[in-house]
């Protein structure tokens, strides 16, 4: 299949997005077929893939170093007919996923859209925190979802989680597929995490390790305040949390005020081959995030061999079962707290969990989750064959392109 991704973000940045990108796409080119990605320009983007196409943007000095991008691009209008393409994925809603959705209309191509984000969380960034502000925006972001849902054939969630808030929330049953992004396992089994150790001056003490974007949807004060009580009881305990963002500095004076400075350890940036060792590295994992798809940063945690202390949160609680590959808590820093001293307190149940982690993390290989998404690229080229949609609710579709409500086949059941 020739296969075109539109995505809004790309290395250099690091995010989950990128790494279900840059992993389905080695998975799909391994399978043989041709995947070519369409991002956005960054000053520092030293592209050694081959069929990496960057669109004009301006570096404005956004935190993460995210390039204002101009989804506008004359060369791509003459790029894509000669391409042949079967089929366009787009990673985001907006932005280059416009671009995406307006040439899968042109084309007459299959459109697919991964779901990677609660993107109603985002209402947050608009600097007005009245509570009816907070709701107008919400809707407006749901609003636009409707409309992009409804402009593709199918829809992939990387979590049984997020298939059920899709048909919570926007009424969306058919045509929705959970493909959670797999991963290379040998990357995480074969890494070296005592060369990190070193390297950070880790050999004595035991380290707990975090990762993702320093940013406020990802609860990273929840985590912090339940530090203090942990480490008052095992002093030889590290927080380390691998990441950037626009938060770090408020993390760090957070940290400073609750008198843990001196064990918490922000790496910042660390490039994705490394990320594997780093997590090799540490004795356990945790993680507050409450906003997650998918939960990726946690099974990569299992991929290493670690044991989970994690909020029980849409997401990660699709990836840890609790009691078996970790411990999962409310959202609170005391209850956290508490499942971390539980696990650090009982070797056995350490070990127990680490165990179970490297088997649980076999469930999730990349080739297998490839295969299914090219599952989904045919049932999508049937429906566009067909004229027929995503549902989602709040756009009345003409009867021809209408979902029938009881289909004879459930896509999401290939999971």
């Known amino acids: 299949m020739r296969i075109a991704y539109f995505t809004n973000t790309y290395y250099p940045i690091i995010s989950g997005v990128v790494r279900s990108v840059s992993s389905f796409r080695q998975a799909l080119s391994d399978l043989g077929h041709s995947v070519f990605v369409f991002a956005p320009g960054n000053p520092e983007s030293n592209d050694q893939e081959p069929f990496i196409f960057r669109y004009p943007s301006l570096d404005i000095g956004l935190p993460g170093k995210v390039p204002a991008m101009i989804p506008i691009w004359s060369f791509v209008d003459k790029l894509l007919p000669p391409l042949k393409l079967n089929v366009i994925h787009s990673h985001h809603p907006i932005l280059l996923g416009n671009v995406a959705a307006t040439k899968a209309e042109e084309l007459n191509v299959p459109l697919v859209f991964t779901f990677h984000s609660q993107y109603r969380e985002y209402s947050r960034y608009v600097p007005l925190t009245q509570e009816l502000v907070q709701e107008f925006v919400k809707d407006v972001i749901d609003s636009w979802l409707v409309d992009y849902i409804n402009r593709c054939q199918h829809i992939v969630v990387p979590s049984e989680s997020i298939r059920q808030l899709l048909a919570k929330d926007y009424g969306v049953i058919n045509r929705v597929t959970v493909i959670p992004t797999g991963l290379d396992l040998a990357k995480y089994q074969q890494a070296d995490g005592e060369a990190v150790r070193q390297a950070r001056g880790w050999e004595n003490g035991r380290i707990l390790i975090s990762a993702g974007r320093l940013a406020r949807e990802k609860n990273w004060d929840t985590l912090l305040a339940a530090m203090p009580a942990v480490i008052e009881q095992q002093s030889d305990v590290r927080l380390v949390i691998v990441g950037e963002g626009e938060e770090r500095s408020t993390l760090e004076e957070l940290a400073s005020q609750l008198g843990i400075r001196a064990q918490v350890e922000f790496t910042g940036s660390v490039e994705f081959e490394e990320i594997p060792a ?125 979902e029938p409500p009881a289909p004879a086949f459930r896509p999401d059941r290939l999971v």
């Open 278 to 402: 780093y997590l090799k590295s540490a004795d356990l994992f945790c993680f507050a995030s409450i906003t997650e798809t998918q939960g990726l940063v946690t099974l990569e945690a299992l991929a290493a061999g670690l044991p989970v202390v994690a909020v029980d949160a849409s997401g990660t609680r699709d990836v840890v079962r609790d009691g078996q590959e970790g411990l999962l808590t409310a959202n609170n820093s005391q209850a956290i707290s508490q499942a971390l001293l539980r696990v650090l307190g009982d070797n056995n149940l350490l070990a127990q969990f680490k165990d179970a982690a490297g088997r649980r993390a076999r469930q999730f290989s990349i080739e297998e989750q490839a295969r299914k998404l090219l599952e989904v690229y045919r049932l999508a080229g049937e429906a566009r064959q067909e004229n027929r949609f995503v549902v989602a609710e709040g756009r009345q579709l003409p009867p021809s392109s209408q």
